[in-house]
C-alpha cells in the first residue's frame, strides 16, 4: 500500500526566501512520485514527477524536488518564493502512475 | 485545448436528495477519474476508468453512489440519496494514457448537503 506524509499543514515564507515543502513517502513498490499545486478556484496541476532515473528533477516555475531513497522522502523546494506561488501543494505518491495517492496538502503563503 | 470541464460548480441540496455531477475530459483522454477532497484533505480516488470499463472501483460507495462514462467520453457521478456526510468538493481529472501519472483536473463541483 502507499501512503504520504506532508509536513506542515501551512508555511509561511517571505518574499525571496528559501521554500521547502516536506513530504515523506510509504510505498510496498518503487514510487513513482509527484508534486501537484492548487491555486485559488483552480483545479490541480501537475508540478513535477519522478519515475525513475535522475532523483533530482526539474518542474515549472521554478520549483525541483529530490528523491531521497533512504529517507523516504521527495521534498519541493524553489530557491526564491514570489507571491504568484501562494496556493496549496500536494505530494502524490503511485504504484506505476496509475493510482495516486495524495497527502494532505500543504498551503504556502508568501508574505511581501 | 479545452481543459477538463465540470458541472455544475456548487450544489447546495438538502439530506436525502439526489445529485449529479457531470465531467467532460479532455479530447483523447482515455482515462478519466473521479477523486473525493474533503475540507483539509487531499483527494480520494472513487473511481478510475480506462475508455468506458471501470477498472478501480474499490473506493466508491456503492450503495448511494454511482457512476457511468457511456461511450468512454464524459461521465456523471451520482449520488442517492445525499448524506450530511458527502459534502466535499468531487474533482475529474483525465489523462492521455494508463501510467502517466500526469492527470489534468478540472475546478471541481462543491457539494453542501444540508
Known amino acids: 500500500a502507499q501512503s504520504v506524509t506532508q509536513l506542515g499543514s501551512h508555511v509561511s515564507v517571505s518574499e525571496g526566501a528559501l521554500v521547502l515543502l516536506r513530504c515523506n513517502y510509504s510505498s510496498s513498490v518503487p514510487p513513482y512520485l509527484f508534486w501537484y499545486v492548487q491555486y485559488p478556484n483552480q483545479g490541480l496541476q501537475l508540478l513535477l514527477k519522478?519515475?525513475?532515473?535522475?532523483?533530482l528533477v526539474k518542474g515549472i516555475n521554478g520549483f525541483e524536488a529530490e528523491f531521497k531513497k533512504s529517507e523516504t522522502s521527495f521534498h519541493l523546494t524553489k530557491p526564491s518564493a514570489h507571491m504568484s506561488d501562494a496556493a496549496e501543494y500536494f505530494c502524490a505518491v503511485s504504484p506505476y502512475g496509475n493510482k495516486l495517492v495524495f497527502g494532505a496538502g500543504t498551503i504556502l503563503r508568501v508574505k511581501s | 485545448e479545452a481543459g477538463v470541464v465540470q458541472s455544475p460548480r456548487y450544489k447546495i441540496i438538502e439530506k436525502k436528495q439526489p445529485v449529479a455531477f457531470w465531467c467532460n475530459p479532455i479530447s483523447g483522454h482515455n482515462t478519466l477519474y473521479w477523486y473525493l477532497q474533503n475540507l483539509g484533505q487531499g483527494p480520494e480516488l472513487l473511481i478510475r476508468?480506462?475508455?468506458?470499463?471501470?477498472?478501480?472501483d474499490s473506493q466508491l460507495p456503492k450503495d448511494r453512489f454511482s457512476a457511468e462514462r457511456l461511450k468512454g467520453v464524459d461521465s456523471t457521478l451520482k449520488i442517492q440519496p445525499a448524506e450530511l456526510g458527502d459534502s466535499a468538493v468531487y474533482l475529474c481529472?483525465?489523462?492521455?494514457?494508463?501510467?502517466?501519472?500526469?492527470?489534468?483536473f478540472g475546478e471541481g463541483s462543491r457539494l453542501t448537503v444540508l
Open positions: 481529472a483525465s489523462s492521455k494514457s494508463r501510467g502517466s501519472g500526469e492527470l489534468f
Open positions: 476508468y480506462e475508455n468506458e470499463e471501470a477498472v478501480d
Open positions: 519522478y519515475t525513475t532515473g535522475a532523483t
